[in-house]
Protein backbone atom coordinates (compact mmCIF):
# COMPACT_ATOMS: atom_id res chain seq x y z
CA UNK A 1 0.00 0.00 0.00
CA UNK A 2 2.95 2.28 1.15
CA UNK A 3 4.36 2.02 -2.61
CA UNK A 4 1.22 3.09 -3.93
CA UNK A 5 2.00 6.20 -6.33
CA UNK A 6 1.51 9.92 -3.93
CA UNK A 7 -0.05 12.50 -5.44
CA UNK A 8 -0.79 16.13 -4.31
CA UNK A 9 -3.66 18.46 -5.74
CA UNK A 10 -5.11 21.44 -4.24
CA UNK A 11 -7.75 20.80 -1.89
CA UNK A 12 -11.17 20.98 -3.56
CA UNK A 13 -14.69 21.89 -1.50
CA UNK A 14 -15.40 18.30 -1.13
CA UNK A 15 -12.33 17.20 0.52
CA UNK A 16 -13.31 19.75 3.29
CA UNK A 17 -14.61 16.88 5.77
CA UNK A 18 -11.80 14.40 5.15
CA UNK A 19 -9.43 17.26 5.56
CA UNK A 20 -11.13 18.48 9.16
CA UNK A 21 -11.09 15.03 9.82
CA UNK A 22 -7.47 14.65 9.69
CA UNK A 23 -6.99 18.21 11.66
CA UNK A 24 -9.24 16.80 14.63
CA UNK A 25 -7.68 13.69 14.63
CA UNK A 26 -4.79 13.86 17.57
CA UNK A 27 -5.03 15.56 21.17
CA UNK A 28 -5.12 18.89 20.52
CA UNK A 29 -7.42 19.36 17.31
CA UNK A 30 -9.79 17.15 19.13
CA UNK A 31 -10.54 19.86 21.28
CA UNK A 32 -10.30 22.29 18.69
CA UNK A 33 -11.74 21.24 15.65
CA UNK A 34 -15.92 20.61 15.56
CA UNK A 35 -16.60 17.60 12.96
CA UNK A 36 -21.02 17.86 13.01
CA UNK A 37 -21.98 16.98 10.16
CA UNK A 38 -22.51 19.03 8.11
CA UNK A 39 -19.60 20.99 8.88
CA UNK A 40 -20.10 24.60 10.82
CA UNK A 41 -20.19 27.23 7.83
CA UNK A 42 -16.85 28.81 9.54
CA UNK A 43 -14.77 26.15 7.90
CA UNK A 44 -16.39 26.41 4.36
CA UNK A 45 -15.23 30.31 4.54
CA UNK A 46 -11.83 29.66 5.53
CA UNK A 47 -12.03 26.98 2.77
CA UNK A 48 -13.35 29.80 0.06
CA UNK A 49 -10.64 32.51 1.33
CA UNK A 50 -7.23 29.84 1.01
CA UNK A 51 -8.72 29.31 -2.26
CA UNK A 52 -9.24 32.71 -3.42
CA UNK A 53 -5.61 34.03 -2.12
CA UNK A 54 -3.23 33.00 -4.83
CA UNK A 55 -0.42 33.31 -1.74
CA UNK A 56 -2.33 30.34 -0.19
CA UNK A 57 -2.26 26.95 -0.90
CA UNK A 58 -4.52 23.70 1.04
CA UNK A 59 -3.03 20.80 -0.76
CA UNK A 60 -4.29 17.49 0.08
CA UNK A 61 -2.31 14.42 -0.55
CA UNK A 62 -3.83 11.48 -2.45
CA UNK A 63 -3.13 7.33 -2.56
CA UNK A 64 -5.64 5.61 -4.61
CA UNK A 65 -7.67 8.17 -4.97
CA UNK A 66 -8.35 8.17 -1.26
CA UNK A 67 -7.06 11.89 1.34
CA UNK A 68 -3.97 10.45 3.07
CA UNK A 69 -2.74 13.86 4.12
CA UNK A 70 -3.49 17.67 4.36
CA UNK A 71 -0.99 20.85 4.70
CA UNK A 72 -1.70 24.96 4.23
CA UNK A 73 1.18 26.61 2.56
CA UNK A 74 1.33 30.14 2.56
CA UNK A 75 3.61 31.97 0.56
CA UNK A 76 4.68 35.96 2.44
CA UNK A 77 6.36 38.32 1.20
CA UNK A 78 8.33 40.67 3.81
CA UNK A 79 10.63 43.16 3.41
CA UNK A 80 13.12 41.58 5.93
CA UNK A 81 16.08 39.59 4.11
CA UNK A 82 15.83 41.69 1.29
CA UNK A 83 12.42 41.61 0.24
CA UNK A 84 12.54 37.63 0.76
CA UNK A 85 9.68 35.70 0.56
CA UNK A 86 8.85 33.20 3.00
CA UNK A 87 6.77 29.68 2.89
CA UNK A 88 5.28 28.93 5.85
CA UNK A 89 4.12 25.41 6.24
CA UNK A 90 1.07 24.46 8.86
CA UNK A 91 -1.59 22.24 9.48
CA UNK A 92 0.23 19.04 8.80
CA UNK A 93 -1.75 15.86 8.99
CA UNK A 94 -1.45 12.17 7.92
CA UNK A 95 -4.76 10.06 8.20
CA UNK A 96 -4.16 7.35 11.06
CA UNK A 97 -4.11 4.70 8.72
CA UNK A 98 -1.22 5.81 7.04
CA UNK A 99 1.34 7.15 9.53
CA UNK A 100 4.57 6.16 9.82
CA UNK A 101 5.55 5.89 5.98
CA UNK A 102 7.36 8.58 5.65
CA UNK A 103 4.62 10.52 3.83
CA UNK A 104 4.93 13.11 6.45
CA UNK A 105 8.63 13.27 4.76
CA UNK A 106 7.13 13.39 1.01
CA UNK A 107 4.75 15.82 2.05
CA UNK A 108 7.46 18.50 3.34
CA UNK A 109 9.70 17.26 0.31
CA UNK A 110 6.95 18.34 -2.28
CA UNK A 111 6.36 21.84 0.34
CA UNK A 112 9.59 22.60 0.23
CA UNK A 113 10.41 22.10 -3.51
CA UNK A 114 6.89 24.22 -3.91
CA UNK A 115 8.47 26.98 -2.28
CA UNK A 116 11.88 27.00 -4.06
CA UNK A 117 9.83 27.15 -7.49
CA UNK A 118 8.03 30.05 -5.83
CA UNK A 119 11.06 32.17 -4.89
CA UNK A 120 11.27 31.77 -1.20
CA UNK A 121 14.51 31.87 0.28
CA UNK A 122 13.31 30.04 3.73
CA UNK A 123 10.62 27.91 4.84
CA UNK A 124 9.14 28.19 8.56
CA UNK A 125 6.76 26.43 10.50
CA UNK A 126 5.23 27.03 13.94
CA UNK A 127 4.82 23.68 16.14
CA UNK A 128 2.53 23.08 19.45
CA UNK A 129 4.93 23.09 22.47
CA UNK A 130 2.99 19.83 23.39
CA UNK A 131 4.11 17.71 19.98
CA UNK A 132 7.92 16.32 20.61
CA UNK A 133 7.20 13.57 18.18
CA UNK A 134 7.05 16.38 15.69
CA UNK A 135 9.97 18.29 16.85
CA UNK A 136 12.05 15.43 16.09
CA UNK A 137 10.85 15.13 13.13
CA UNK A 138 11.56 18.55 11.70
CA UNK A 139 14.80 18.14 13.13
CA UNK A 140 15.35 15.06 11.13
CA UNK A 141 14.20 17.47 8.01
CA UNK A 142 16.86 19.90 8.80
CA UNK A 143 14.60 22.80 10.47
CA UNK A 144 16.48 24.97 12.91
CA UNK A 145 14.13 26.04 16.58
CA UNK A 146 15.78 29.66 15.94
CA UNK A 147 12.61 31.71 16.89
CA UNK A 148 10.38 31.18 20.02
CA UNK A 149 6.35 32.17 19.04
CA UNK A 150 3.53 34.05 20.40
CA UNK A 151 -0.05 34.07 20.42
CA UNK A 152 -2.87 35.62 21.98
CA UNK A 153 -6.31 34.46 21.73
CA UNK A 154 -8.88 37.06 20.69
Request: charged share 25%.
Amino acid sequence: MMDEPLTFRPACEADLFGIVEMLADDPLGELREDLRAPLPEAYRAAFCAIESDPNQLLVVAERNGALVGTLQLSLLPGLARQGAWRGQIEAVRIARDHRGGKLGEAMFNWAIDECRARGCSLVQLTTDKARPDAHRFYDRLGFEPTHVGYKLKL
